[in-house]
């Protein structure tokens, strides 16, 4: 049931509380509460209560609309008054009313509720009870208030489940007691508790952000010595594999991640495009376009079909060292496998076309991504802009500006600058003043960025001398 603080203001809310409260129990005499033993009205001759389907679902609105109350001495007494009433709520609704207080960051109120819930009605915990208290101090990374609730939790008897355990795991992650997080669970594996796979993956993940590769090489080294020692098969999934190769990827070690892919083809683990796209990425970004096209064969002989990822990442790699043609091929095995090029495909192809002096080309290009389904974004006419005014066609990139213009599109720093100092070059100091105007307007830049940039390209404006 949705809370109803969080559809009425406060006021509303506490009036909305006052009127359930007082309709559920008005039905009850008032002597009753103090003769607990009295049967309730609705109760037949043979002291056996008839069910009606609402008086519990009344009783859930009233625990439930306690979700929000400020005082746990106002919720400790409407539990009294349920207890009194010979109403004992179940397990899911005690639960409900601690996990309303756990997740507003009240744990030690939650707690203390807890503590009155056994006494008072005889409430006895479960494993989700404790679940539940341990989910705000796991976000947290409160290890000392998590050691607390697991102590409760082992004087209750509870056992502990993969949820406790993963639970466990993100906490002492969010603590940066990532060792602690490694045994606990080994321990999982150890006890033969069926961890689930986003812990592992979780971890797997803390480690790689925080720069320890090693040791979660090391962990899942371990982690493969105890699945063989206990006959389990706790072992690390696509998900996780591909953790590892984008962490190796980010860290530019494009051998190991090389080492990694081969590794998974000789265990028979079969890698997925997902995967194979991080390790072209990885070698695209510093230019290794030739290992690049190498994993796209092994990708191939695999049997993996390629997606619109795959072939935009080869062509910005290719694109980006200026192997123009390769990219086209590339361009047009994309369409004969059946997928469409998108704004990134053009624009890759775009910029690469101006890299190596081909601006009008890239400005065809342009017309012919404007004739399909794709539409250009601020990204492609920046990047066309760029390249016509390094290229010396202000006359083209005039025009493109009035289109951008019209079209509302930002420009970037580094456009704006290049523009700028091709107009001043020019001697078109008015239209400068004018572009100018439609940064500042338009927000594209902070104005001191705006300013400073006009102020570096007036320097190549070449005044005309006259002749006396």
């Known amino acids: 049931m949705a809370r109803i603080s969080s559809i009425y203001p406060v006021k509303i809310y506490q009036k909305t509380l006052t009127r359930v409260i007082s309709s559920h129990f008005s039905a009850l005499p008032q002597p009753y509460f103090d003769n607990p033993t009295r049967k309730l009205p609705s109760e037949d001759s043979r002291g056996s209560r008839q069910k009606d389907p609402h008086v519990k679902t009344s009783q859930k609105d009233v625990i439930n609309a306690l979700l929000n109350e400020t005082s746990v001495s106002k919720a400790k007494r409407m539990y009294d008054n349920m207890v009194r009433s010979n109403f004992i709520p179940d397990t ?24 009155h819930m056994k006494q008072k009605g005889g409430f006895s915990p479960n494993t989700v009870t404790f679940n539940v ?16 609730i697991l102590d409760l939790m082992i004087e209750d008897g509870c056992a502990p489940d993969h949820v406790t355990s993963d639970l466990l795991v993100r906490g002492f992650c969010h603590a940066g007691r990532d060792e602690e997080a490694c045994n606990i669970f080994s321990g999982m594996v150890r006890d033969v508790v069926d961890p689930d796979m986003s812990t592992l ?48 990827c980010i860290g530019k070690h494009m051998r190991e991640a090389s080492n990694l892919l081969d590794g998974m083809l000789e265990s028979g683990c079969k890698p997925d495009s997902f995967l194979y796209n991080t390790l072209m990425k990885g ?14 064969k092994k990708m191939d002989a695999e049997g993996c079909a390629p997606d619109v990822v795959t072939f935009n990442t080869l062509i910005f790699g290719l694109s980006k060292v200026e192997k123009i043609d390769e990219a ?32 009008m080309g890239a400005l065809a290009l342009l017309e012919e991504m404007e004739q399909s389904v794709c539409q250009p974004d601020g990204c492609t006419y920046n990047t066309l802009m760029h390249g016509l005014c390094m290229c010396q066609h202000l006359h083209q990139a005039l ?26 070059r020019a001697g078109k100091v008015a239209e400068a003043y004018e572009v100018f105007d439609y940064v500042l307007n338009s927000k594209s830049l902070p104005d001191i960025v705006a300013y400073s ?12 001398r006259f002749s006396r």
């Open 92 to 115: 899911s609704t005690h639960n409900t009313v601690i996990n309303g207080f756990a997740k507003a960051g009240r744990v030690e109120d939650a707690l203390s509720l807890l503590q």
């Open 133 to 148: 208290l341990l989910g705000e101090p796991s976000k947290l990374g409160h290890v000392g208030r998590i050691e607390n």
């Open 201 to 248: 993956n979780f971890l797997i993940r803390y480690l790689c952000k925080a720069g320890k590769i090693d040791t979660a090489y090391k962990f899942l080294e371990e982690l493969r010595g105890l699945n063989t020692k206990r006959g389990l098969n706790c072992k690390p999934d696509i998900v996780t594999w591909s953790i590892l190769m984008n962490a190796l």
């Open 283 to 296: 070698y695209c970004k510093i230019d290794k376009t030739n290992e690049a096209l190498e994993v796209y």
């Open 328 to 359: 086209k091929k590339f361009l047009k095995l994309m369409v004969r496998k059946g997928h469409s090029p998108d704004v990134i495909t053009y624009t890759s192809l775009m910029n690469g076309m101006c890299r190596k002096g081909n601006a």
């Open 399 to 424: 025009k493109l500006y009035e289109v951008l213009k019209s079209k509302e599109v930002d420009l970037e720093s580094g456009t704006y600058a290049a523009f700028l100092k091709a107009l001043c």
């Open 453 to 464: 940039v006009l102020e570096n390209s007036l320097k190549f404006f070449k005044k005309p």
